[in-house]
């Protein structure tokens, strides 16, 4: 699975977590595991959005995750949680005029996902990509002003950590 696609699991993975109130590091592990369980199930569905096809590798999409692919999506998602509040400081840090409650929740769960690649996460991939690839996945899940924003966000932080 290229880690394009593994970022919508990711993204999937990570929009929850605001609404799982309970939610704690094994209650993550258990979440994580029984979605990658699904995973193959559930990624049928993904060919039915309209810019899907435009993006990703249709064989891919539908793939069952190897262990490496299962280990990336974990990393992320359990990075992504555990380093929330330092996260959300660095998205509010560049929100002008605007609180980080009123985002949309799918926005909220891209840059999540992007900042703590950007920032946290001991990965090689260039920041363009991460930047890139959020800026795909918010032109398929998000609102018409979603990808503006999030590159917006994105470009100010990157350049700010160069």
């Known amino acids: 699975m290229k880690h394009r696609t593994a970022r919508i699991h990711i993204l999937n993975l990570v929009f929850q977590l605001p609404f799982r109130k309970d939610l704690d590091n094994s209650l993550l592990d258990e979440t994580i595991t029984n979605y990658l369980a699904q995973i193959t199930d559930y990624s049928q569905y993904l060919l039915d959005l309209p810019d899907i096809s435009k993006s990703y590798d249709k064989a891919d999409l539908t793939s069952t ?42 926005d909220l769960a891209l840059l999540r996902t992007a900042v703590y ?15 890139n690839e959020a800026v795909d996945l918010a032109k398929i899940y998000g609102t018409p002003n979603s990808q ?3 590159n917006g966000i994105l470009g100010k932080l990157a350049q700010s950590s160069e």
């Open 65 to 106: 995750p190897s262990k490496k692919d299962c280990l990336f999506i974990q990393e992320k998602v359990i990075g992504t949680f555990n380093k929330l509040p330092q996260i959300d400081t660095e998205i509010n840090n560049w929100l002008t005029n605007w609180e980080i409650d009123r985002l949309a929740k799918i």
């Open 117 to 131: 690649e950007l920032k946290f996460s001991a990965a090689t991939t260039s920041k363009s990509v991460i930047i």
């Open 148 to 150: 503006a924003f999030i």
